[in-house]
């Protein structure tokens, strides 16, 4: 028997490699960013311990500000409250990255492998921010929303981590059970701008 699991994306069914085929232009691109490892970290920012430890686990220093975020070439880390983080790594990495951290940290965290439960659809193009602005009630005007800055807010009556990772670009991390609605909501909300759609 294999060992092999299969694991596919919330949106496998979305199609998105056909889609990508019928429109080379519009003013919003959407990407799914589909199956990385989502590690969620859990712990004492005020403790030199635990800060030194997550650095000498990932190679990049854990982010500390409130909405902000850290990003080399291997891990993404987000903060989402003051003891709490998710780690984004290539998918099948995340096991690694889990026992990594638990090698490294003492006292009191928590390490929590939730790739399975989340995805990440990527909003970019000339149009993006509007959609965004249709989306959310956060006021998203790019003066308010640097590069790197990551907030938890609702989104089209649904919730998601909304990461700048460019001058026209955003991650959106959303929940697997929220996915097929919030990818229905992106392509009404974006119909008169135009929808592309990018691998």
């Known amino acids: 028997m294999s060992d092999l699991v299969k694991v596919e994306s919330p949106l496998q069914h979305a199609d998105f490699a056909a889609l990508s085929a019928l ?10 960013d ?41 891990t993404t880390i987000m903060w989402l409250s003051p003891d709490e983080w998710i780690i984004l790594v290539e998918g099948g990495k995340e096991e690694a990255t889990e026992a990594s951290l638990r090698a490294n940290l003492t006292g009191h965290f928590a390490v929590s492998d939730i790739s399975g439960g989340q995805t990440i659809l990527e909003l970019s193009g000339d149009d993006c921010i509007k959609v965004l602005q249709k989306s959310t009630g956060y006021d998203v005007h790019l003066d308010n929303f640097p590069i790197g800055k990551v907030v938890g807010t609702t989104f089209a009556k649904s919730s998601a981590h909304i990461r700048r990772t460019g001058e026209q670009s955003f991650q959106l991390v959303i929940r697997r059970s929220f996915s097929d609605y919030i990818w229905l909501w992106l392509q009404q909300s974006s119909k008169e701008y135009g929808l592309r759609i990018a691998l």
Request: with cysteine.
């Open 34 to 74: 589909a199956l990385l490892g989502h590690v969620n970290l859990r712990g004492n920012a005020q403790d030199p311990e635990f800060v030194a430890g997550v650095a000498k686990a990932l190679g990049l220093a854990l982010p500390l500000a409130p909405c902000s975020s850290a990003q080399n070439d291997d």
């Open 23 to 32: 429109t080379t232009e519009g003013g919003v691109v959407l990407r799914e």
